[in-house]
C-alpha cells in the first residue's frame, strides 16, 4: 500500500497502468482503522491492483476534489477514471467485488 499526496496523485493514480484503489480515511476514525487490515488483506490476495492511503486530514484537497463527506470510502479508479465507490466499512469480499465489476 502506498500513501497518496496531491504531489504523487498523478504519478500513483492517473497514470497508473493497473486499477487504483484508494482508501479516504483519517487517523481518529474508527471504522478507517479497521478497513486497514481487510485492505492490508486485499493487497495481499489482489497484486495487480495498486492501493493508496489518502490520509484526509493531511490532503483535504484530494478529499475534497472527491467530494468525500463520510469516511472510510473507497475509489476505484482505472485508467484515469473513477469505476467505483464504496463508503463505510467493507469487508475482503466486497472491496474485492468492486475490482471483478470492471
Known amino acids: 500500500m502506498i ?11 492517473i497514470s497508473s497502468p493497473t486499477p487504483v484503489l ?26 495487480s491492483v495498486k492501493i493508496g492511503k489518502v490520509n484526509v486530514d493531511q490532503q483535504p484537497q484530494l478529499a475534497q476534489a472527491f467530494q468525500i463527506a463520510s ?19 467493507q469487508s475482503r469480499q466486497q472491496v474485492e467485488a468492486m475490482f471483478h465489476e470492471i
Open 3 to 13: 500513501t497518496v499526496t496531491k504531489e504523487n496523485f498523478h504519478k500513483e493514480v
Open 22 to 47: 484508494l482508501d479516504f480515511w483519517a487517523e481518529w476514525c474508527g471504522p478507517c482503522r479497521m478497513m486497514s487490515p481487510v485492505l492490508q488483506e486485499v493487497s495481499t490476495h489482489n497484486p
Open 71 to 89: 469516511i472510510p470510502t473507497l475509489v476505484l479508479i482505472q485508467d484515469g477514471q473513477i469505476q467505483k465507490m464504496s463508503v463505510g466499512l
